[in-house]
């Protein structure tokens, strides 16, 4: 049962990079998003998506682009890297409550450590 | 603005020692409060969900508790492996998935030997 995979696991950007952090999910869950987390601010939404070839933003998605093709896959791309990215990155998802049966149980990844220099 | 503030920040327990974790929450219309257990150097883990004050849930040692305004986490009788931070987390009332989730800073809680 692989749940929710991240690749990679850590990465270090030079300022200006550009990347992708990878995130796959095998439960067919449709609501799928990405968060940032620092020390001392806890979790925050970058971008979030309740299915295919639909995204939204969090509260923190500046610098930061998703795009949602399949229901498996919800990529996170850093366009110019700088410093202040430098964080640990969490993908999550979840079934839709409501009529999606789902109960907000988020299912997370292991996280991307990323350093921007 | 929604906000969720969790307190200690930090907590220091002996073995045995009771304790309870605070988060207190300001959303109009709550539809849940979830808590969440982060071992270091893993994403977060479900815990909890509870919908309406006054309900209580319960697994192993932690028991969750819900009042209108905050909700707290009673670790009976800790052992060291319930050492880890632990987050709260309510939904955000601009979405209608549950995902969208308002986390708490977190309670670093170290249960020694």
């Known amino acids: 049962n692989a749940g929710v995979t991240q690749t990679p696991k850590f990465q270090v950007l030079k300022t200006g990079q550009s990347m992708t952090l990878q995130c796959a999910q095998d439960?067919?869950?449709?609501?799928m998003s990405w968060y940032r987390q620092d020390p001392g601010m806890g979790l925050r939404l970058i971008h979030y998506?309740?299915?295919?070839?639909?995204?939204d933003q969090g509260e923190v998605p500046n610098g930061y682009n998703v795009s949602r093709s399949t229901t498996e896959d919800f990529p996170l791309r850093l366009l110019s890297a700088a410093p202040s990215q430098t964080s640990v990155y969490f993908c999550?998802?979840?079934?839709?409550?409501?009529?999606?049966?789902?109960?907000?149980?988020?299912?997370f990844g292991e996280g991307s450590r990323l350093t921007v220099l | 603005e929604d906000q969720v503030t969790q307190s200690p920040e930090a907590l220091r327990l002996q073995e045995g020692e009771s304790s309870s974790l605070n988060c207190s929450y300001t959303?109009?219309?709550?539809?849940?409060l979830f808590w969440y257990r982060q071992d270091p150097g893993k994403g977060p883990e479900f815990l909890f969900t509870?919908?309406?004050a006054g309900e209580e849930k319960e697994k192993e040692r932690l028991k969750a508790t819900l009042t209108k305004k905050e909700s707290f986490l009673h670790i009976t009788a800790p052992k060291p492996e319930d050492s880890a931070t632990y987050l709260c987390?309510?939904?955000?009332?601009?979405?209608?998935?549950?995902?969208?989730?308002?986390f708490g800073a977190g309670t670093q809680v170290v249960v020694t030997p």
């Open positions: 999550a998802s979840t079934q839709i409550a409501g009529t999606g049966g789902g109960t907000g149980e988020l299912f």
């Open positions: 439960m067919n869950h449709e609501y």
């Open positions: 998506s309740v299915g295919a070839g639909i995204t």
């Open positions: 959303v109009s219309g709550l539809r849940g």
């Open positions: 509870l919908y309406s």
């Open positions: 987390a309510v939904p955000t009332m601009t979405t209608d998935s549950w995902g969208k989730l308002q």
